[in-house]
């Protein structure tokens, strides 16, 4: 039986919702085959499991703070399939043109309510390997605060997770990153809720220093009204956060700052997501490197960076172990398997899992190439002309859709220069699906003992 972790229903959750009310599409869809596009949809149960952190598990950590979340569709604009009863909300987001200068934060909390001292930049942007960030020369805008902007919505796709729903499913537009109450729901009822990222100082980030707000979202670690820290539930992917540039970091927090500030009260986390310690971060030196030879390098070290260290195409394309220190497998780095088929129960039915992302010709994107993971991220069609399955954020309603073209150019290249895996994950989703046949999945085999996931917070 498929263990069904806490964490990996934070993903289930915020896409389901997703995928209702967006037109992104997936990373899977059934014309993949011959590509290594593969998707899977398991017809057993599921055991929800919750690890403790303290005895090596990683999938349950505290949420009462987070600024990022997992790789999933951009819902800025809503599909044209599924009807939205609720009328157009006013977008809260700074508008490029009124975007302002970064600002200075008055420290109204003190830095030194942060004791754990062991927290350090593992990768100072001098020593980093990929080599190539400088956030004064960037994509996304020339200003701190546009470029904090872009990595928010289109390289991380923090709204995904930290906007709350209206009665539709659709985004609420109008709190624009201030909180879901109910991000993660157990089938017992447990809840998880995403933080309100917004500046309002009671509900939000108002009172928090900058470098208490990095720290959480790259280290995973709040800060405590005792001095002390408490540790973040790794459905937040703090553990890819811990390697990004600090200019980076910089410009998250001073696009945070700039947003309107949303009082938006969040019930606290249930018991069963309380955890000792943070997952463990990812160790640069295992995540793939292009070869010296590689012939597109510089493109491909600055993929690696937007898809390890400041996205998430490692996250979602890595399998999550049930237990232990690693929220994601280092062993299995880009090689697929991660399912999302119990975000889908009961709703659209269909069997997204993860693609095989390494250069292997017969189970991966070896016969590939470079233009067409681009079209996949841009346009949301795969190298048939066929769409994407969800969660995948592709495509013009999807974060992606809003990457620069060189960014998008830069990941495919990194992509195309992994090295070769064999990870033989069967196609079974395709995108739109197709009807249900006997009530059961899209492609009419049945869908018994998953679990159910609340899928939208109340509007």
Same mark, same amino acid.
């Given at each position: 039986?498929?263990?069904?972790?806490?964490?990996?229903?934070?993903?289930?959750?915020?896409?389901?919702?997703?995928?209702?009310t967006?037109g992104?599409?997936?990373?899977?869809?059934?014309?993949?085959?011959?590509?290594?596009?593969?998707?899977?949809?398991?017809?057993?149960?599921?055991?929800?499991?919750?690890h403790d952190?303290?005895?090596?598990?990683?999938?349950?950590? #505290?949420?009462?703070?987070?600024? &990022?979340?997992? /790789?999933v569709?951009? %819902? $800025?604009? @809503?599909? =044209? +399939? #599924?009807?939205?009863?609720?009328? &157009?909300?006013? /977008?809260?987001?700074? %508008? $490029?043109? @009124?975007? =302002? +200068?970064?600002?200075?934060?008055?420290?109204?909390?003190? /830095?030194?309510?942060?004791? $754990?001292?062991?927290?350090? +930049?593992?990768?100072?942007?001098?020593?980093?390997?990929?080599g190539?960030?400088?956030?004064?020369?960037?994509?996304?805008?020339?200003?701190?605060?546009?470029?904090?902007?872009?990595?928010?919505?289109?390289?991380i796709?923090?709204?995904?997770?930290?906007?709350?729903?209206?009665?539709?499913?659709?985004?609420?537009?109008?709190?624009?990153?201030?909180?879901?109450p109910?991000?993660?729901?157990?089938?017992?009822?447990?809840?998880?809720?995403?933080?309100?990222?917004?500046?309002?100082?009671?509900?939000?980030?108002?009172?928090?220093?900058?470098?208490?707000?990095?720290?959480?979202?790259?280290?995973?670690?709040?800060?405590?009204?005792?001095?002390?820290?408490?540790?973040?539930?790794?459905?937040?992917?703090?553990?890819?956060?811990?390697?990004?540039?600090s200019?980076?970091?910089?410009?998250?927090?001073?696009?945070?700052?700039?947003?309107?500030?949303?009082?938006?009260?969040?019930?606290?986390?249930?018991?069963?997501?309380?955890?000792?310690?943070?997952?463990?971060?990812?160790?640069?030196?295992?995540?793939?490197?292009?070869?010296?030879?590689?012939?597109?390098?510089?493109?491909?070290?600055?993929?690696?960076?937007?898809?390890?260290?400041?996205?998430?195409?490692?996250?979602?394309?890595?399998?999550?172990?049930?237990?232990?220190?690693?929220?994601?497998?280092?062993?299995?780095?880009?090689?697929?398997?991660?399912?999302?088929?119990?975000?889908?129960?009961?709703?659209?039915?269909?069997?997204?899992?993860?693609?095989?992302?390494?250069?292997?010709?017969?189970?991966?994107?070896?016969?590939?190439?470079?233009?067409?993971?681009?079209?996949?991220?841009?346009?949301g069609?795969?190298?048939?002309?066929?769409?994407?399955?969800?969660?995948?954020?592709?495509?013009?309603?999807g974060?992606?859709?809003?990457?620069?073209?060189q960014?998008?150019?830069?990941?495919a290249?990194?992509?195309k220069?992994?090295?070769?895996?064999?990870?033989?994950v069967?196609?079974?989703?395709?995108?739109?699906?197709?009807?249900?046949?006997?009530?059961?999945?899209?492609?009419?085999?049945?869908?018994?003992?998953?679990?159910?996931?609340?899928?939208s917070?109340?509007?």
């Amino acid at each position: 039986m498929q263990k069904l972790t806490s964490r990996s229903l934070g993903l289930y959750s915020v896409a389901i919702a997703l995928a209702l009310t967006t037109g992104a599409c997936s990373d899977n869809s059934a014309s993949n085959r011959d590509a290594g596009g593969k998707a899977d949809g398991p017809t057993g149960g599921v055991d929800v499991v919750a690890h403790d952190a303290a005895g090596g598990g990683a999938d349950l950590a #505290v949420p009462d703070v987070s600024v &990022a979340g997992p /790789d999933v569709a951009q %819902p $800025d604009v @809503a599909g =044209p +399939d #599924v009807a939205q009863p609720d009328a &157009a909300v006013a /977008d809260l987001r700074t %508008p $490029d043109a @009124a975007l =302002p +200068d970064a600002p200075t934060v008055t420290d109204l909390a003190k /830095d030194s309510s942060v004791k $754990d001292t062991s927290i350090v +930049d593992s990768a100072p942007d001098a020593q980093r390997i990929d080599g190539a960030i400088d956030s004064t020369v960037v994509d996304g805008g020339n200003s701190l605060v546009a470029r904090g902007r872009y990595l928010v919505d289109n390289v991380i796709a923090c709204s995904d997770c930290h906007t709350p729903k209206l009665p539709s499913g659709a985004p609420d537009m109008t709190r624009y990153l201030a909180g879901n109450p109910i991000f993660v729901q157990l089938p017992d009822g447990s809840a998880l809720p995403s933080k309100n990222l917004t500046p309002d100082p009671t509900t939000g980030l108002g009172l928090f220093t900058d470098d208490q707000i990095k720290h959480m979202f790259m280290d995973g670690l709040v800060p405590g009204v005792d001095g002390g820290t408490t540790a973040l539930n790794s459905t937040m992917p703090y553990y890819v956060f811990h390697n990004m540039a600090s200019g980076d970091a910089d410009a998250i927090v001073a696009y945070l700052r700039s947003v309107p500030a949303v009082t938006n009260s969040l019930p606290p986390r249930s018991p069963a997501f309380e955890v000792a310690t943070p997952a463990s971060y990812l160790d640069p030196s295992t995540i793939p490197t292009p070869a010296t030879t590689y012939p597109q390098r510089d493109s491909a070290l600055r993929g690696r960076y937007l898809a390890t260290e400041s996205g998430l195409c490692i996250e979602c394309h890595t399998q999550h172990p049930a237990s232990g220190p690693n929220a994601i497998d280092p062993a299995k780095y880009f090689q697929g398997g991660e399912d999302f088929s119990q975000l889908f129960v009961g709703t659209l039915n269909i069997h997204p899992v993860s693609a095989n992302l390494t250069s292997d010709p017969t189970t991966g994107l070896g016969n590939w190439t470079a233009d067409q993971i681009v079209t996949v991220l841009l346009q949301g069609k795969d190298d048939q002309g066929a769409g994407i399955c969800p969660p995948m954020p592709v495509g013009p309603n999807g974060a992606y859709g809003g990457l620069s073209a060189q960014d998008a150019l830069d990941i495919a290249n990194y992509i195309k220069s992994l090295p070769p895996a064999v990870n033989d994950v069967p196609d079974m989703c395709s995108w739109p699906p197709q009807p249900a046949l006997d009530g059961g999945a899209a492609d009419g085999q049945p869908l018994d003992g998953l679990a159910s996931v609340d899928s939208s917070s109340p509007g």
